[in-house]
């Protein structure tokens, strides 16, 4: 079934200590409308870039599938600029540069051909834009997807709190998830922010996994075990890609079956981190794809019989 | 089958968050012999304690099935003894007292009756003692396991290199891990430390959960979310105990009866956390251990068609 897919399409300068890129198309709307892509070949795109965007980065975007008829394109300004470099651990990282410019004044206009989306996911953006989005379509989506982080509930708590309270799944990181509830234990933490609005929470731990709640379950994901993790740049989005993007394709909402999303969106993260920026997860197989679910079943699987 | 438990048996004082107690029962074996004692009631322990080491406490432990004999008891001289404090999020922990005492001269006599145990737990101990039990067994157990720590890396090298040579499984967590094979990568350190002799290799990730390798083969055990960690002294100890206890209920040493092993110590250490020192795992009924490894069963199961 159809997605529309909202959030930032950019460039990204990536520094890690494996080396380091110049100006890449990054934005969390690329990873996840790229990752999606995967399960789902009806991903629609809004977002915005400048006059300076390649045409071939856009082209491969629509070469795997995405509709970019909601991607404008402001001739005369720049596109969204983000520079980071990642610490040795590759678990924290500074950045660098973050240069809004064509980000700071986007207004999400939605074509009418995508008006009747059955699954939106807003990637991270100011929370009135990603509110914006959610009051613009005109029948309202059978599940709605957020992302969000920390930078919002600093500067934009009761704008964060007005988005959150409207959406179906709200997907933050452990920090943020503490933050956000001022709780240090995660399941007291997915109590209270549940209690906000989300039906569905999941609390991203990075190398250790995935957690998602609903008011009566919890399921963990664990993230799989790398020799290397190359660039962490994107692996967030690109899970949230493979969670929705199997949602997309099945059509089925169950938590059963957001266990099996949760489980592909972390299979693509761990395809993400392999490379730098998009380069991995825009060229992969389908028979890889099935590998590495398989990894995740035998890296957990095991039989009781209690 | 029969299993040897060897390591301290002390007092601890413990302070959290949540509370602080006076001397109570701690110490490695003490964890280990309680939760292996939940799966095999032929639990032979090796230890020494000072005349100050209340009878009760050795009483409460044979009720639990556990073997004394090899227990020696210096009635002049006074037991371990470990203080420490817990910082807010449970994590980290400062030791305020160590005193040796006793364990400065622990000189581990295997009685004659232990001689044909099958199965033999190494619980944190110089790695020179360690190795010592290991040399007095006349007939080699069917399995070694081996706890330690960071402490013997900093001041014990070529002792624990060479006990570690001995053993089938080592149990480190992830921090020691890291530092053992100076490498950040856990399968990387995998790799190298099952190069140093065991063929198998428990990283304990906390309330991250826990991984198991052997040379082909990785497999994730989760930690349960919990919303109170209440105490986390002993939750290393409580583990390896489940492990090898259920190891030696069952006789199989496959890596896919660890799997199980390992989730059954996980099982027996989401209890030992819930309240102070040994006071959880020393009443648990078969049913709610059951109940527990079935959350483990719901945390992580799900089905996919590849």
Same mark, same amino acid.
């Given at each position: 079934m ?15 200590p494996?080396?380091k890129t110049d ?7 690329t990873y ?11 991903v629609?795109l ?8 390649p045409?071939?980065d856009?082209e491969? @975007?629509?070469k795997? &599938?995405?509709n970019?008829?909601g991607l ?7 596109s969204f600029?983000?520079?980071g470099k990642?610490?040795n651990?590759?678990n924290s990282r500074?950045?660098l ?8 004044s ?7 051909s ?15 834009v990603?509110r914006?989005v959610?009051? =613009?379509? /005109?029948? =309202?989506p059978?599940?709605i ?5 920390? *930078?919002?509930m600093?500067i934009?708590?009761?704008?964060l ?10 997907s933050?990181?452990?920090e943020?998830?503490?933050?956000l509830?001022?709780?240090?234990s @995660?399941?007291k ?8 609005g989300?039906k ?5 731990? &990075?190398?250790h996994?995935?957690?998602l709640?609903n ?5 963990f994901?664990p ?6 993790? *190359? ?5 967030g ?9 199997y949602?997309?394709?099945? &059509?089925d909402?169950? *938590? ?5 999303a949760?489980?592909y ?10 490379k730098?920026?998009?380069? =991995? ?5 389908? /028979?890889e794809?099935?590998? =590495?679910?398989?990894d995740?079943?035998d890296?957990?699987q095991?039989?009781?019989?209690i």
């Amino acid at each position: 079934m159809s997605l529309l897919v909202v959030g930032s399409v950019a460039f990204d300068a990536i520094e890690t200590p494996f080396g380091k890129t110049d100006k890449i198309i990054g934005g969390a709307a690329t990873y996840i409308s790229l990752s999606s892509s995967y399960f789902n070949k009806k991903v629609n795109l809004v977002a915005v870039v400048g006059g300076d965007f390649p045409k071939t980065d856009i082209e491969m @975007l629509q070469k795997h &599938g995405v509709n970019t008829e909601g991607l404008q394109i402001k001739e005369n300004e720049k596109s969204f600029f983000w520079s980071g470099k990642y610490h040795n651990d590759m678990n924290s990282r500074d950045t660098l540069i973050t240069e809004l410019n064509v980000l700071g004044s986007f207004d999400p206009i939605i074509p009418e051909s995508y008006q009747n989306c059955d699954y939106l996911m807003l990637g991270n953006l100011a929370p009135s834009v990603q509110r914006t989005v959610i009051e =613009r379509m /005109k029948k =309202r989506p059978k599940l709605i997807v957020m992302d969000t982080m920390n *930078f919002w509930m600093d500067i934009a708590w009761d704008d964060l709190m007005k988005t959150i309270s409207m959406v179906d799944v709200l997907s933050i990181n452990d920090e943020e998830a503490r933050l956000l509830s001022k709780e240090y234990s @995660l399941v007291k933490a997915a109590k209270k922010i549940m209690a906000m609005g989300p039906k569905i929470l999941i609390i991203k731990k &990075g190398e250790h996994g995935a957690l998602l709640f609903n008011q009566k379950q919890v399921f963990f994901a664990p993230a799989l075990p790398l020799e290397e993790v *190359f660039d962490p740049t994107g692996a967030g989005d690109t899970f949230a890609g493979g969670f929705i993007g199997y949602i997309a394709k099945t &059509g089925d909402i169950s *938590f059963q079956n957001m266990k099996r999303a949760i489980i592909y969106g972390s299979a693509m993260a761990s395809f993400c981190v392999e490379k730098f920026g998009t380069e =991995r997860i825009m060229n992969l197989s389908e /028979k890889e794809l099935d590998e =590495r679910v398989q990894d995740f079943v035998d890296l957990v699987q095991f039989e009781v019989n209690i």
